[in-house]
């Protein structure tokens, strides 16, 4: 079994860009076209609420409760243009979503896609300009199931950055690396390094938050 992780636009997967983070938990797609999602977010429940209301493309949703920060939220409706033409795409190459999808409004949406390596390249050369337009390859190789714990919610990349941080001294204290020093240790641009960085401390911290709180 192959895998092929996307990064998307995280406004095409969570249920409103009022959350600031969170994770799909269950997602059905339904022969009319329609799909039904679970997700836990965070945010504003106020706005959040208001937004999906307002949504043309949500046809129901339901607040089912609250635990800590996170916000459970049921959805029904059609998803957006982009994420049908996925669908579609998964359906006829045989391929499958393995969830939770996580999200927030720093790091975008990733999504792990399983499949044969043949599936999987079949299906990513038909995507359309647009699709690819908005999302982004990062990572392609053999699935494993998800290690437990706090680098389980980062990418393959950031997990790199992460670990190149720590060997050079960026987290030491006191500090004896700089994020220039991360960069050429993984050998990218000072700031693609520094936003790398920053999008890995925002998923940990918020995965230590949400853990504390629930």
């Known amino acids: 079994m192959r895998l092929l992780r996307l990064v998307l636009d995280s406004a095409l997967l969570s249920p409103s860009t009022a959350a600031s983070q969170g994770v ?20 504003d429940l106020e706005a959040i609420l208001s937004q999906l209301e307002d949504a043309q493309e949500t ?16 959805q029904y409706g ?19 979503i393995a969830l939770p999808i996580r999200f927030d409004s720093t790091t975008e949406a990733t999504v792990d896609v399983l499949g044969t390596f043949d599936a999987l390249k079949s299906a990513y050369d038909t995507f359309s300009p647009e699709m690819k337009r908005r999302t982004s390859i990062e990572h392609i ?17 950031q997990r790199e950055v992460l670990d190149a941080a720590v060997a050079t001294g960026y987290y030491a204290t006191p500090r004896t690396a700089t994020a220039e020093d991360v960069a ?3 050998g990218c641009a000072p700031s693609t390094a520094s936003e790398h960085l920053r999008k890995l401390e925002a998923r940990t911290f ?9």
């Open 24 to 43: 799909v938990l269950n997602v059905q797609y339904l022969p009319d076209g329609t799909v039904m999602e679970l997700s836990a977010v965070e945010g």
């Open 78 to 96: 059609r998803p957006h243009a982009e994420v049908r033409a996925l669908i579609d795409l998964l359906e006829k190459h045989r391929l499958m």
């Open 184 to 186: 050429n240790r993984v």
């Open 141 to 157: 190789g053999e699935y494993t199931p998800a290690r437990l714990g706090i680098r389980s919610v980062l990418t393959e990349r």
């Open 59 to 74: 046809e129901a949703f339901d607040h089912l409760g609250t635990s800590g920060a996170r916000h459970y939220i049921f």
């Open 206 to 214: 918020g995965q230590l938050t949400t853990a504390d709180s629930s």
